[in-house]
């Protein structure tokens, strides 16, 4: 290799942050260094330069981390570049120089470059200039750590692409793939070529039709000038003479419109003045109803006035009988008062006295019940010293009573307490016996349990790879459904037009045949042969959806298509009976397919006149029969189920291509059995989810007997840590119960002696003695009780007298003052009644002067509305004559200006006449307008 590789340039390549170039001059050159020095990065620089793509092979992650990353002396580099030179002088590369640089280079933003001898190459150039040197890829002259072991312990297959490469075998195989893979690239190219001039082949007969239709249509259109040159002729002539007509019309039109125009101005003026009269008029009557209102409201003022001056002088009348009778009441009211203001004076006197004579008596009263009342306190004291001593010996006596019966309560409680904690401890073995049992049972249940789960997840499994497959399903269904929408197996001008419908440069509905029909796999050649390239023809609903799809492949020059729009097709079915009833026919072509029921037009056009037979022996003998009898013209051609067709004529298509596309009705038949598997699919998919509920509900069912059988297994544990807490309890209660009883036996004896040393007390002299003294003080209160209450009774008396003497004087006051005040309002009334009867006076009056001036607006009021009404019925008389003649003017404007646009229209049908003509006969003039008829 050192003659070969002769020096060595690196620059920031791993750890080279420097340039370092490396001269080779020896045989044998050797590297040595410790570890970390850049030995390998050397290795890994030789084989990056020598094209190797893989990072992972030069020990990286990425293709950037063989740049220098950076180091605390220098900073990481933007770009790493390895150069080699081979000395070539023996031509061992193929290349005719002396010597070989190769240079690769990389940059930060990942981009590459590479050169041979400072021409730019790819890295492929690189390996097929060093291909069969052991330099390329995999070769043998850079051996790793590693490699001898993994030479020795490799498959024979690897092995042998090691021996391969030393041999030189290597180049070869590779020149020998990349001709096959340039052979099967020519061979698809032929096989579009061979599509191509299929299609010219089947597009050549229409051509020569469409040919001969063309020469029909120049004959045609030669006629057709001809005879329009001659209607030309009439028409222009016509509308000539209809204009001259029309002008004459229209002159004797404008002077009657003139004529009518000056009488509608006359009648408009004498309106005018009839107008002015009648405006005078009403201004007149205006000031007049003004001058009659204002009279009018004058006449309701006084009206009112005068009513009011009335209904105010019946109210004073009143006013004045009811306060006279007013002041006669006062004045009896007023002597009243009088009198019960004496009789009160004399009664306060009386009870002034006798309250002067009680007191004394009720304060000695009071003297002889406070004595009583302190000698009592004194008893009372006594008395409650005796009964406390008595309640303390009868409370420590009913106190010894109880510790008796508390005594024997205890020893009846401490039997009952023992019958207890016999029968809990006996309660307490059973608990934990059902425990045990309970115990047992939730294991076993809870192995079953286990068991269960794991069938659940191997079902849970199933269903999951189910799942799986049915998305998969769904996936290709997908997949079938978009490659048979964008066209995928049509020809190029279905796949363009489709294309075009999906962007949205066309509107509407198109599907080819291919696509609509649903083929079973048994007639699927035949009904391809049958169709041929009427496959590709494309479905619209409408005629107008075709003819745009017709014009867009022509300003496009996306190709040719035939359309067939379902308004338009009209297929002619052959009849029922005749179809041939013989071993081999299968039916005919539109029976046999599937397709949605609004196709049938345009199925039946292509299809329906078309027998399916077994083989292509039956299709021959069916041509033979059909060609004696009646059947001839029913069917056109016959296809076989291998896909050879017969025509009528006795032509034969069959064989195969050597590389047979997917077309529309395979995609469509692929996609129907995809979705077939799919419907199996999903149908297994719900049969393993229903499973998988069913045992997930058993499964659930069990959890909730083992959580159920864990609940009471907690139930059992917990009944029975109550129960061993119940008995530690009523232990610990048994103790407690045991020194009560002690305690209570030790107070009861030292009551017992507290009551035999206590002395007796006399209560009954001391309760007569109490009884004797509250007797004598009861009576003292009962009559220091009727004194004070005699004297409160006198004092209240008092009181009261004294009010009322107040409110008879305050009342008398007021009685005096409501007299002088209905006297002032007596005069009052006398002088308002004299005013009134002054303004009444005066009011009469003015109502006379007004109603006069009334009368008079009114008379002239009516002369002026009479002659009104006389202006009013002649201007209604010019108007009506008027619109008469107004009328007459507008049916005369309407015919005047139907006329115009009758001779407008002329001109412009004469200018189009006249450009037509040119167009048909540029040399020919028009007929002269004399020439008219």
Same mark, same amino acid.
């Given at each position: 290799?050192?003659?070969?590789?002769?020096?060595?340039?690196?620059?920031?390549?791993?750890?080279?942050?420097?340039?370092?170039?490396?001269?080779?001059?020896?045989?044998?050159?050797?590297?040595?260094?410790?570890?970390?020095?850049?030995?390998?990065?050397?290795?890994?620089?030789?084989?990056?330069?020598?094209?190797?793509?893989?990072?992972?092979?030069?020990?990286?992650?990425?293709?950037t981390e063989v740049l220098f990353s950076g180091s605390a002396a220098h900073k990481p580099l933007g770009l790493a570049e390895v150069a080699l030179w081979f000395n070539n002088e023996s031509r061992w590369l193929p290349l005719d120089v002396d010597e070989v640089q190769i240079t690769r280079r990389l940059y930060r933003s990942g981009e590459w470059e590479c050169w041979i001898n400072r021409t730019p190459a790819r890295l492929r150039?690189?390996?097929?200039?060093?291909?069969? %040197?052991?330099?390329?890829?995999?070769?043998?002259?850079?051996?790793?750590?590693?490699?001898?072991?993994?030479?020795?312990?490799?498959?024979?297959?690897?092995?042998?692409?090691?021996?391969?490469?030393?041999?030189?075998?290597?180049?070869?195989?590779?020149?020998?793939?990349?001709?096959?893979?340039?052979?099967?690239?020519?061979?698809?190219?032929?096989?579009?070529?061979?599509?191509?001039?299929?299609?010219?082949?089947?597009?050549?007969?229409?051509?020569?039709?469409?040919?001969?239709?063309?020469?029909?249509?120049?004959?045609?259109?030669?006629?057709?000038?001809?005879?329009?040159?001659?209607?030309?002729?009439?028409?222009?002539?016509?509308?000539?003479?209809?204009?001259?007509?029309?002008?004459?019309?229209?002159?004797?039109?404008?002077?009657?419109?003139?004529?009518?125009?000056?009488?509608?101005?006359?009648?408009?003026?004498?309106?005018?003045?009839?107008?002015?009269?009648?405006?005078?008029?009403?201004?007149?009557?205006?000031?007049?109803?003004?001058?009659?209102?204002?009279?009018?409201?004058?006449?309701?003022?006084?009206?009112?006035?005068?009513?009011?001056?009335?209904?105010?002088?019946?109210?004073?009348?009143?006013?004045?009988?009811?306060?006279?009778?007013?002041?006669?009441?006062?004045?009896?009211?007023?002597?009243?008062?009088?009198?019960?203001?004496?009789?009160?004076?004399?009664?306060?006197?009386?009870?002034?006295?006798?309250?002067?004579?009680?007191?004394?008596?009720?304060?000695?009263?009071?003297?002889?019940?406070?004595?009583?009342?302190?000698?009592?306190?004194?008893?009372?004291?006594?008395?409650?010293?005796?009964?406390?001593?008595?309640?303390?010996?009868?409370?420590?006596?009913?106190?010894?009573?109880?510790?008796?019966?508390?005594?024997?309560?205890?020893?009846?409680?401490?039997?009952?307490?023992?019958?207890?904690?016999?029968?809990?401890?006996? %309660?307490?073995?059973?608990?934990?016996?059902?425990?045990?049992?309970?115990?047992?049972?939730?294991?076993?249940?809870?192995?079953?349990?286990?068991?269960?789960?794991?069938?659940?997840?191997?079902?849970?499994?199933?269903?999951?790879?189910?799942?799986?497959?049915?998305?998969?399903?769904?996936?290709?269904?997908?997949?079938?459904?978009?490659?048979?929408?964008?066209?995928?197996?049509?020809?190029?001008?279905?796949?363009?037009?489709?294309?075009?419908?999906?962007?949205?440069?066309?509107?509407?509905?198109?599907?080819?045949?291919?696509?609509?029909?649903?083929?079973?796999?048994?007639?699927?050649?035949?009904?391809?042969?049958?169709?041929?390239?009427?496959?590709?023809?494309?479905?619209?609903?409408?005629?107008?959806?075709?003819?745009?799809?017709?014009?867009?492949?022509?300003?496009?020059?996306?190709?040719?298509?035939?359309?067939?729009?379902?308004?338009?097709?009209?297929?002619?079915?052959?009849?029922?009976?005749?179809?041939?009833?013989?071993?081999?026919?299968?039916?005919?072509?539109?029976?046999?397919?599937?397709?949605?029921?609004?196709?049938?037009?345009?199925?039946?056009?292509?299809?329906?006149?078309?027998?399916?037979?077994?083989?292509?022996?039956?299709?021959?003998?069916?041509?033979?029969?059909?060609?004696?009898?009646?059947?001839?013209?029913?069917?056109?051609?016959?296809?076989?189920?291998?896909?050879?067709?017969?025509?009528?004529?006795?032509?034969?298509?069959?064989?195969?291509?050597?590389?047979?596309?997917?077309?529309?009705?395979?995609l469509k038949a692929e996609l129907e059995r995809a979705r077939a598997d799919l419907q199996q699919a999903e149908t297994r998919l719900r049969h393993a989810e229903t499973a998988l509920d069913a045992h997930r509900a058993q499964?659930?069912?069990?959890?909730?007997?083992?959580?159920?059988?864990?609940?009471?297994?907690?139930?059992?544990?917990?009944?029975?840590?109550?129960?061993?807490?119940?008995?530690?309890?009523?232990?610990?209660?048994?103790?407690?119960?045991?020194?009560?009883?002690?305690?209570?036996?030790?107070?009861?004896?030292?009551?017992?002696?507290?009551?035999?040393?206590?002395?007796?007390?006399?209560?009954?002299?001391?309760?007569?003695?109490?009884?004797?003294?509250?007797?004598?003080?009861?009576?003292?209160?009962?009559?220091?009780?009727?004194?004070?209450?005699?004297?409160?009774?006198?004092?209240?008396?008092?009181?009261?007298?004294?009010?009322?003497?107040?409110?008879?004087?305050?009342?008398?006051?007021?009685?005096?003052?409501?007299?002088?005040?209905?006297?002032?309002?007596?005069?009052?009334?006398?002088?308002?009644?004299?005013?009134?009867?002054?303004?009444?006076?005066?009011?009469?009056?003015?109502?006379?002067?007004?109603?006069?001036?009334?009368?008079?607006?009114?008379?002239?009021?009516?002369?002026?509305?009479?002659?009104?009404?006389?202006?009013?019925?002649?201007?209604?008389?010019?108007?009506?004559?008027?619109?008469?003649?107004?009328?007459?003017?507008?049916?005369?404007?309407?015919?005047?200006?139907?006329?115009?646009?009758?001779?407008?229209?002329?001109?412009?049908?004469?200018?189009?006449?006249?450009?037509?003509?040119?167009?048909?006969?540029?040399?020919?003039?028009?007929?002269?307008?004399?020439?008219?008829?």
């Amino acid at each position: 290799m050192s003659l070969a590789l002769t020096r060595i340039r690196l620059h920031g390549f791993k750890t080279f942050a420097q340039r370092v170039e490396i001269e080779l001059a020896s045989n044998l050159t050797a590297i040595v260094g410790p570890n970390g020095c850049g030995k390998s990065n050397l290795v890994d620089a030789l084989i990056w330069a020598l094209g190797e793509a893989n990072v992972r092979t030069l020990r990286a992650q990425t293709p950037t981390e063989v740049l220098f990353s950076g180091s605390a002396a220098h900073k990481p580099l933007g770009l790493a570049e390895v150069a080699l030179w081979f000395n070539n002088e023996s031509r061992w590369l193929p290349l005719d120089v002396d010597e070989v640089q190769i240079t690769r280079r990389l940059y930060r933003s990942g981009e590459w470059e590479c050169w041979i001898n400072r021409t730019p190459a790819r890295l492929r150039d690189l390996s097929d200039l060093f291909a069969g %040197t052991g330099l390329g890829r995999g070769g043998y002259a850079i051996v790793g750590q590693g490699d001898i072991d993994a030479l020795l312990n490799a498959p024979p297959d690897e092995r042998r692409r090691w021996l391969e490469e030393v041999a030189g075998v290597a180049l070869y195989r590779t020149r020998r793939k990349d001709a096959l893979r340039d052979l099967e690239s020519a061979r698809l190219h032929l096989t579009r070529v061979d599509d191509v001039l299929r299609e010219l082949e089947r597009q050549r007969e229409p051509l020569r039709h469409e040919a001969e239709r063309a020469l029909v249509y120049r004959e045609l259109q030669r006629q057709l000038a001809q005879l329009e040159r001659a209607s030309l002729r009439y028409e222009y002539r016509t509308l000539i003479q209809r204009a001259r007509e029309a002008h004459a019309e229209r002159d004797a039109l404008h002077a009657q419109i003139v004529q009518t125009e000056l009488a509608i101005a006359e009648q408009e003026a004498h309106a005018d003045a009839y107008g002015r009269d009648i405006a005078q008029l009403e201004s007149e009557m205006d000031t007049l109803r003004t001058v009659l209102q204002s009279q009018l409201t004058a006449e309701e003022r006084a009206l009112g006035e005068r009513n009011r001056l009335d209904e105010r002088e019946r109210a004073l009348a009143e006013l004045s009988q009811t306060l006279q009778e007013e002041a006669e009441s006062l004045r009896q009211q007023e002597q009243e008062r009088l009198a019960a203001l004496d009789a009160l004076e004399r009664e306060r006197q009386q009870v002034d006295a006798d309250a002067a004579r009680l007191a004394p008596e009720v304060q000695r009263a009071e003297a002889d019940a406070e004595q009583l009342r302190a000698r009592l306190r004194d008893i009372e004291r006594a008395y409650q010293a005796a009964l406390r001593q008595r309640a303390e010996h009868e409370q420590a006596r009913q106190q010894a009573e109880r510790l008796q019966q508390d005594a024997a309560q205890a020893q009846e409680q401490l039997r009952r307490l023992h019958a207890d904690a016999d029968a809990l401890q006996q %309660t307490l073995t059973d608990a934990q016996a059902h425990e045990a049992a309970l115990q047992t049972q939730h294991d076993a249940l809870d192995a079953q349990q286990q068991a269960s789960e794991q069938s659940l997840q191997a079902m849970q499994r199933e269903a999951h790879r189910e799942q799986r497959t049915a998305e998969t399903l769904r996936a290709r269904v997908r997949a079938l459904d978009a490659s048979l929408h964008a066209g995928e197996g049509a020809s190029p001008a279905v796949r363009a037009l489709l294309h075009a419908v999906q962007r949205g440069d066309l509107q509407g509905e198109y599907l080819p045949v291919g696509a609509a029909l649903t083929v079973p796999d048994a007639y699927q050649a035949a009904i391809g042969a049958a169709l041929g390239g009427a496959v590709n023809d494309i479905l619209t609903p409408t005629e107008a959806e075709a003819r745009a799809a017709v014009e867009w492949l022509r300003t496009q020059r996306a190709g040719r298509l035939t359309f067939l729009p379902l308004d338009l097709v009209r297929p002619a079915d052959p009849p029922r009976d005749a179809v041939p009833r013989e071993a081999g026919v299968l039916g005919v072509a539109a029976d046999l397919v599937g397709y949605d029921p609004r196709f049938e037009p345009a199925v039946r056009h292509l299809l329906g006149r078309v027998l399916i037979v077994d083989a292509l022996e039956t299709a021959t003998r069916l041509v033979r029969q059909l060609r004696q009898g009646r059947g001839a013209s029913a069917f056109t051609r016959i296809a076989a189920l291998d896909g050879a067709v017969v025509q009528l004529s006795g032509a034969i298509t069959g064989g195969a291509h050597a590389n047979e596309r997917n077309s529309l009705l395979s995609l469509k038949a692929e996609l129907e059995r995809a979705r077939a598997d799919l419907q199996q699919a999903e149908t297994r998919l719900r049969h393993a989810e229903t499973a998988l509920d069913a045992h997930r509900a058993q499964h659930a069912e069990r959890q909730q007997t083992l959580e159920s059988l864990r609940r009471q297994l907690r139930e059992a544990s917990q009944r029975r840590a109550r129960l061993e807490s119940d008995l530690q309890q009523k232990r610990r209660e048994i103790q407690h119960h045991e020194t009560l009883l002690q305690r209570a036996q030790a107070q009861l004896a030292a009551l017992q002696a507290t009551l035999q040393a206590q002395p007796a007390t006399d209560l009954a002299a001391l309760e007569a003695e109490q009884e004797q003294l509250q007797r004598a003080l009861d009576a003292c209160m009962r009559a220091l009780a009727d004194g004070r209450a005699r004297l409160q009774h006198l004092q209240h008396r008092q009181r009261e007298l004294h009010r009322q003497q107040e409110a008879e004087t305050r009342a008398l006051e007021q009685l005096r003052q409501r007299q002088h005040s209905r006297a002032d309002r007596l005069n009052a009334l006398q002088q308002e009644q004299a005013q009134i009867a002054t303004q009444r006076a005066a009011i009469d009056a003015e109502l006379e002067r007004v109603r006069a001036q009334i009368q008079h607006a009114q008379a002239e009021l009516d002369a002026r509305r009479a002659e009104r009404q006389r202006l009013l019925e002649q201007s209604f008389a010019v108007n009506d004559r008027i619109r008469a003649l107004r009328i007459e003017l507008n049916q005369l404007a309407e015919r005047e200006r139907a006329l115009d646009l009758q001779h407008a229209r002329a001109e412009v049908r004469l200018t189009e006449l006249a450009e037509r003509w040119r167009q048909l006969a540029p040399d020919e003039p028009l007929p002269d307008a004399d020439d008219a008829p």
